[in-house]
């Protein structure tokens, strides 16, 4: 079972086995109905308590199994109400009193709470099958009762009617125990236990009414052990829901289950022909024999209507698979296992243009190109050895092969063959000409790695040859040029787009008259052309030969104005210019080319660039902050900062988010400026895990002055992909001791989004630890609605592009109403970031937003800062 275990509901179903041995304890005094009253009030009370509890608090194995507890929950406490005034019910002068009728509900709820406690079976045997075998299972029960127990007792009895009126709560039970019993012994759920249990009262409900009943009927006093029985398996039934579930718990075969109503019917049928022979005649045997053999031939008649439907349909589906074929196009005919055509179809004249007469008798074979006949064969063997498999009878094989046409060309076809319904020793094969998709195919290849408007290579292709490429040994120093038109753009707005596509192709004809046969020139994308020098530039002089062709590029676009829309145009290009290092990856010598074609650009355009490492200031200003922040680690250069959340009711604050401030040396470092690089980096982990350390035990210090503050900490997603991040997280919440409800983990919503399954594997777990869930800038993502239904978030924090047009803007102050109101719908605490005016506060006020923070409320503030606004709110509020 999946739950975690609560301790004091397993002392209190320890305390329901001392509340047993008082019973029993008490067994010497008082009668034996009394004593089942106590003892059926106590373990049913218990029961449903230790169901009602473990709903709520477990997490469930399948998504019926909280209703499914309730229900054996309500069937509990309905027994127990029925065994409570049954002592007094039973000295009025009916046979069925108020007490019975309580009996039979408390006995069919549990029955519908037995049913729902497992998992449905994906393909349910039908209710009206299921019902037949309850009633044959509980006829032939009652069948052996009869001749063992009731049998002597209704020849004893006076009243008949009244004996089979005493008997109609236990015959319920025993038809609700069959119904159900069938179901929780053949699940494969792993949470069938607390069912079994179910089945196990009902079963216990059935013996105990038994005895009650025979009681009644005598006079006499029903024995104790036999009325404490279903006391007992109540008690069974509290403790069941928190045991571990045995893995090693196998369920019982479905044909078992299946089989067992026949069975019971058979023991029945010889028990009673046995009591025959000896010489007794009841007259409840025969109506229940009867009622059996009708209940069976029924179930019989259902069977052959079934069945015959079930045919027409195999028949029906043939033929109109038959007619979908041709319909189709395709052609379906019938060969033996040596690929004789026995029977083919008239589809073949329109599609290869043979006559069918002339086909049949004549093997497959001689229409197969000599190639792909090996294949033929090895699929006809196949099919002939589906004989020693019955499993593979009817399973299809698909090969694609070519087909000579009457014209004498080869057609590609795609063909299925399955054995034929009619005949084993037949195959039915459908063939489809694949000549149209093939070229499709072959169309949408070529247009998947060329560029439609110039002709060119695109970039996917350009991309791969750079890799295939550099792979090469003998690639030597390859180089890379990447070109753009200068002042492009404003063709596109000034003659259109297509006469924007017209110049690219007139581009790309100059351009390809300047390169050389053996180097790659393709369209990047837009205004951009990009070229691959394949040969080895591996001197000084062949670098040399590369700016050179750059620089033709730039002429052979500017040398003379391109004729569109009966205008001369005028263009000069921008060119980059990167060469491959040993061992430098595609996608870092296209980059390079790139930056360099940027940095051409920004000089003005018309130039050649190549690439160099002062391109990459920014890249190494990034690495820079990195290695300081992995001294300001080793160094703890980093403080935390606290800005206070209040509750906008009573203006109390009711918890602090942790900010991380960085002060290398005197100077003050933005979060800005060095969160992206350590999230880049992966520093982030490990300055994310130290705010979490410290910023719990600053929380738990306040907490232990008896300030009931919560905290709040930002995640980020290299943080929660970090391998033992939950582990994190603990290990910070037991050596602090705050409590896992005083700490809330806030996400964005675009880290839902991306690895969705991961992230949210990895909050539910710090769920289940107690720890809060919040997201955080809200209404700014893309699946909140989703993922709010899917991860159990307490908290939605209101993003600060809403809270700043409160007050100024109808649309964000609406669209800010709405998420306070569906935060409250759902149940949820919202917070709104960003209150820096008055006006937004008294509308938010207004809205019923729970929570609130930003510059209006408090500014973020050190340890000390926080320590003494808390000192001063505790005055104000005494």
């Keep these: 079972m999946k739950g975690r275990r609560d301790p004091r509901v397993s002392l209190t179903a320890t305390a329901g086995l001392g509340v047993a041995g008082v019973l029993a304890a008490l067994i010497t005094g008082g009668s034996s109905s009394a004593l089942a009253a106590i003892a059926g009030v106590v373990t049913g009370l218990l029961a449903s308590v230790s169901l009602i509890v473990a709903a709520s608090r477990m997490v469930p194995g399948h998504r019926r199994q909280p209703a499914a507890w309730r229900w054996l929950a309500g069937g509990s406490l309905t027994w127990l109400l029925g065994v409570g005034v049954r002592p007094v019910a039973d000295g009025t002068p009916f046979v069925l009193t108020f007490a019975d009728l309580l009996l039979l509900v408390g006995s069919i709820l549990l029955a519908i709470g037995c049913g729902l406690s497992v998992k449905p079976p994906a393909y349910s045997r039908g209710v009206f099958r299921q019902a037949t075998d309850a009633y044959v299972g509980a006829a032939s029960i009652f069948a052996v009762a009869w001749v063992a127990l009731l049998g002597p007792a209704f020849r004893k009895a006076e009243e008949p009617a009244a004996f ?101 019917a058979a023991v029945a049928t010889v028990v009673v022909t046995l009591h025959a022979i000896a010489g007794s005649h009841d007259p409840a045997l025969p109506v229940v024999a009867a009622s059996v053999v009708l209940v069976l031939l029924g ?107 009457a014209d004498g060309t080869w057609r590609p076809t795609e063909s299925v063959a399955t054995r034929h319904v009619r005949g084993e020793d037949l195959i039915l094969v459908t063939v489809r000409d694949m000549t149209d998709q093939v070229a499709l195919r072959n169309q949408v290849t070529h247009l998947t790695f060329h560029d439609g408007v110039t002709g060119l290579p695109n970039r996917a292709y350009f991309e791969e040859r750079a890799r295939e490429v550099l792979a090469r040994r003998s690639a030597g120093r390859t180089a890379v040029i990447f070109l753009d038109l200068d002042g492009f753009t404003g063709v596109n707005d000034s003659v259109g787009h297509a006469s924007g ?182 520093l982030i982990v490990p300055l994310s895990e130290w705010i979490l350390r410290e910023a719990c035990q600053e929380v738990a210090a306040w907490r232990a002055s008896s300030w009931d503050i919560g905290l709040s900490l930002n995640l980020s997603a290299r943080q929660i992909t970090a391998p033992r991040f939950v582990e994190t997280v603990s290990e910070a919440l037991a050596e602090s001791g705050l409590p896992a409800s005083a700490l809330t983990l806030e996400v964005i919503e675009e880290m839902l989004v991306e690895d969705a399954d991961d992230t949210i594997t990895k909050l539910s777990e710090l769920r289940a630890l107690g720890v809060r869930l919040a997201i955080d800038d809200f209404g700014t993502g893309y699946a909140s609605l989703a993922f709010l239904r899917q991860l159990p978030v307490d908290m939605i924090k209101i993003d600060p592009s809403f809270v700043s047009g409160l007050g100024r803007d109808e649309t964000l102050t609406l669209l800010t109403r709405t998420i306070v109101r569906l935060g409250h719908d759902l149940g949820l605490i919202v917070v709104a970031e960003g209150i820096e005016r008055p006006e937004q506060l008294e509308l938010l006020r207004e809205m019923g937003c729970t929570r609130g923070q930003g510059y209006l409320v408090a500014r973020p503030m050190a340890a000390r800062g926080v320590d003494s606004l808390m000192r001063t709110t505790l005055q104000n509020t005494a």
């Design 501 to 682: 596509d017209y110049l690219l192709g007139q581009a790309a004809r100059r351009l390809r008259s300047a390169v050389r046969a053996d180097d790659t020139l393709a369209r990047w994308g837009g205004d951009e052309f990009a070229v691959l020098l394949e040969g080895g530039v591996s001197s000084g002089t062949d670098a040399q030969t590369a700016i050179d062709l750059a620089e033709r590029l730039v002429r052979a676009v500017s040398s003379e104005p391109f004729r569109v829309a009966d205008r001369d145009v005028a263009l000069t290009a921008s060119v980059g210019v990167a060469f491959a290092e040993d061992g430098l990856p595609a996608g870092d010598l296209l980059r390079n080319a790139d930056v360099a074609m940027s940095r051409a650009k920004e000089l003005g355009g018309r130039r050649v660039e190549v690439f160099a490492t002062h391109m990459h200031a920014d890249v190494v200003r990034r690495l820079e902050i990195a290695a300081d922040l992995q001294r300001a680690l080793l160094e703890n250069q980093f403080t935390v900062e606290y800005q206070p959340v209040v509750d906008l009711a009573t203006s109390r604050v009711a918890a602090v988010e942790a900010l991380v401030r960085w002060w290398r040396g005197s100077t003050f470092v933005p979060p800005e400026q060095f969160l992206g690089p350590a999230e880049d980096t992966g």
């Design 299 to 405: 179930r019989l008649f259902v069977l052959l209507v079934e069945t015959a439907g079930m045919r027409r349909l195999v028949d029906v589906g043939e033929q109109q698979l038959r007619q979908l074929a041709e319909n189709t196009g395709d052609v379906v005919l019938v060969c033996d296992f040596d690929g004789v055509i026995r029977e083919i179809g008239a589809g073949v004249d329109a599609t290869y243009g043979y006559r069918p007469g002339d086909l049949a008798g004549h093997p497959i074979f001689d229409y197969i190109h000599p190639e792909d006949v090996p294949g033929i064969h090895a699929l006809l063997r196949r099919i002939a050895a589906a004989d020693d498999d019955v499993s593979q009878i009817h399973a299809s094989c698909r090969i694609a092969c070519r087909v000579r046409a």
């Design 164 to 264: 089979f009126s005493t008997l109609a709560l236990p015959v319920v039970c025993l038809l609700a125990a069959c119904a159900v019993a069938p179901a929780v012994a053949a699940s494969r759920s792993g949470s069938r236990t607390v069912g079994l249990a179910g089945v196990g009262v009902l079963s216990a409900i059935t013996v105990a009414e038994v005895a009650t009943a025979l009681a009644r009927l005598s006079g006499d006093t029903p024995p104790l052990a036999a009325v404490l029985v279903a006391p007992a398996a109540f008690l069974v039934l509290a403790v069941t829901p928190w045991v571990e579930e045995r893995r090693a718990w196998k369920p019982l075969p479905a044909a078992l289950t299946a089989a067992t109503p026949l069975v019971l």
